[in-house]
């Protein structure tokens, strides 16, 4: 297991002004008994709400924050002793930070970079040809990274962070403020990355078109811990999210009709349209069954909505 | 040696050529000081026949190199490193497979090497065709004083590096910083040379503190001041101040990354 985290906790103290000149402290836990692991060549995605705890556990893993308590193990390293051998072996990105020489054209941050991480010129030269070609960098890497749209930016810190060949890649909100364009760029090369299966992923956004897109396995935590850990299907599942189906008849439907298998939850257009949920069964079946009631005119099936699903989770 | 302190410090150098203008602005200032403190300090020796023991081109080396020096040294300007720890973007720093110290450390070197091309070298230039600087009767004072104005940027960049180091526990250094340009101005042979104070004040600068490191030292050793046994002596006492203080920011920066908190998540 790459990344292996078990009982992790990190807490702040906060201190507050009382009277004049009292001052109290409390203990806040950013992260409260986070158990993860991670295998190798993985891509999870690590959502929640804003304060949850993401950020903090990012940092934890690679090494900025001292945990508070726990265990915490990546690619068998600990993180905050082993911080700076740990560097070579991992990427990140934090989409709110820059990685690049501010004042330098985004070519010579790269060039730069060979050199900290001691990359054998070759290997850099192949790694930069891969992402250059997937990420289509090749119009602005003399250009100083001050006057680089966010888009292109980004898109020069997925390199940075992948030039060295990690192991394991952090991604903290890597399509936060880009337009659609370059969301799907980013989207598109990290599905390429998850395909060669040689780099584990770990990924935070709140853009849930990502992880409807790019991860297989979800883990959701919420006020420091996890509530989720598992598939997007068994979350569907476990929080009851249903599949819809919406049919437009060519009679109205019968006033309290019911179809089995489904439920009934909306009747539309004086009758001429209605809203099945599914409660788990095949949609073919549901179909059939509505098919025997009422001539079909047009039918769609919905799948349940990411969004509601989390939302209703962060909601608690 | 590996390449990356050579590509850091080629970073740094041409980091800072990319702002000619400021280059331009900042000669032209200093040189213009450098003429007003020169005429000022030679009208005085010219009542007393010397200030302080610096004779006439003595002192118009220790003003023009002195000129060329503050930009050299740079004192003035605070390191990025406390804007960083204050934003959190002190977190890429941290994520290097090198210790931020000597990332600071070689880009400084390459800005310090640039400002020696350009700010140095033409008020150096100014002072020389305009009054005449003083010429070293021992060849072997070039390359001491070479030495010494490594030793006096690094010390400089030592101090500034705890200073931004300072910003772990302070967050805002503006105070300390304000306290600090003060000290290396005064105490540093920037506005007097410091053999005009009482002698106890400037035995205890000189001991006591590694402010006469960062410009005296050098202009000493430039104008042969107690000859070249005693700037070699001189040299050593910069180097001691410049491993001290380096070493003092490994301890510094140990005990801030381990109370780090990231500002804004």
């Known amino acids: 297991m790459i990344i292996e985290v078990s009982g992790l906790r990190k807490d702040f103290t906060v201190t507050t002004k009382v009277g004049r000149l009292r001052r109290e402290r409390t203990v806040v836990s950013a992260v409260d008994g986070v158990d993860l692991v991670v295998g190798r060549g993985e891509l999870i995605g690590y959502i929640g709400p804003n304060g949850a705890g993401k950020s903090t556990t990012l940092k934890v893993l690679t090494g900025v924050l001292t945990p508070s308590a726990g265990r915490v193990r990546v690619c068998g390293l600990d993180p905050v002793a082993d911080r700076t051998t740990l560097a070579r072996r991992i990427g990140v990105v934090f989409g709110q930070r820059s990685q690049l020489w501010w004042d330098l054209p985004l070519g010579e941050s790269f060039e730069l970079l060979r050199h900290i991480y001691r990359v054998p010129a070759a290997e850099h030269a192949a790694r930069l040809r891969t992402c250059s070609d997937l990420l289509d960098l090749d119009g602005f890497t003399r250009t100083p990274v001050r006057q680089l749209s966010l888009g292109q930016r980004m898109r020069g810190e997925l390199t940075a962070a992948l030039l060295h060949g990690p192991e394991v890649l952090f991604l903290d909100e890597p399509t936060i403020g880009l337009d659609v364009l370059s969301k799907q760029a980013v989207r598109g090369f990290l599905a390429e990355l998850d395909r060669r299966g040689d780099t584990t992923v770990v990924l935070t956004t709140h853009d849930l078109a990502d992880i409807e897109k790019l991860c297989e396995r979800l883990v959701v935590i919420d006020h420091g811990r996890v509530v989720h850990d598992g598939t997007l299907d068994a979350l569907h599942t476990r929080h009851g999210s249903r599949r819809t189906i919406v049919a437009d008849l060519d009679a109205p439907w019968p006033a309290g009709q019911t179809v089995p298998g489904a439920a009934v939850t909306a009747v539309e257009a004086d009758g001429t349209r209605v809203t099945l949920t599914l409660d788990g069964r095949a949609a073919g079946e549901v179909v059939a069954a509505l098919a025997r009631i009422v001539p079909l005119r047009d039918l769609s099936v919905q799948e349940p909505d990411i969004e509601d699903v989390v939302a209703r989770i962060y909601r608690g | ?265």
Not at chain 2, 140 to 161: E, I, M, W
Not at chain 2, 220 to 244: K, N, P, S
């Open chain 2, 1 to 265: 040696m590996s390449r990356a302190p050579l590509a850091l410090l080629a970073a740094g150098f041409r980091r800072y050529s990319t702002y000619r203008q400021a280059t331009f602005a900042g000669i032209f200032t200093n040189s213009v000081f450098g003429f007003l403190r020169c005429y000022l300090l030679l009208s005085v020796a010219e009542e007393a026949g010397s200030v302080a023991g610096y004779s006439g081109s003595q002192l118009v080396t220790y003003v023009w190199l002195g000129q060329g020096m503050l930009a050299t040294v740079n004192s003035w300007t605070p390191l990025d490193l406390a804007e960083r720890v204050r934003t959190g973007d002190v977190v890429a720093d941290l994520l290097r497979p090198i210790d931020p110290l000597w990332t600071y450390l070689w880009t400084d070197l390459g800005r310090a090497c640039f400002a020696v091309l350009t700010r140095l070298a033409v008020p150096l230039g100014v002072g020389a065709f305009a009054f005449g600087l003083y010429v070293p009767d021992d060849p072997l004072v070039y390359p001491v004083l070479l030495l010494s104005l490594v030793l006096a940027v690094v010390t400089g960049f030592a101090c500034r590096y705890l200073i931004g180091l300072t910003a772990f526990w302070l967050l805002d250094i503006r105070g300390l910083n304000m306290v600090w340009v003060f000290f290396s101005g005064f105490a540093s042979g920037l506005y007097f040379p410091l053999a005009v104070l009482p002698e106890w004040l400037s035995t205890l600068l000189w001991v006591a503190t590694p402010f006469p490191v960062l410009m005296q030292s050098s202009i000493d050793i430039a104008v042969e001041r107690g000859g070249l046994g005693h700037g070699l002596l001189v040299l050593a006492g910069q180097a001691a101040w410049a491993l001290l203080l380096l070493w003092a920011c490994r301890v510094v920066q140990r005990r801030g990354v381990r109370r780090l908190v990231v500002q804004g998540g």
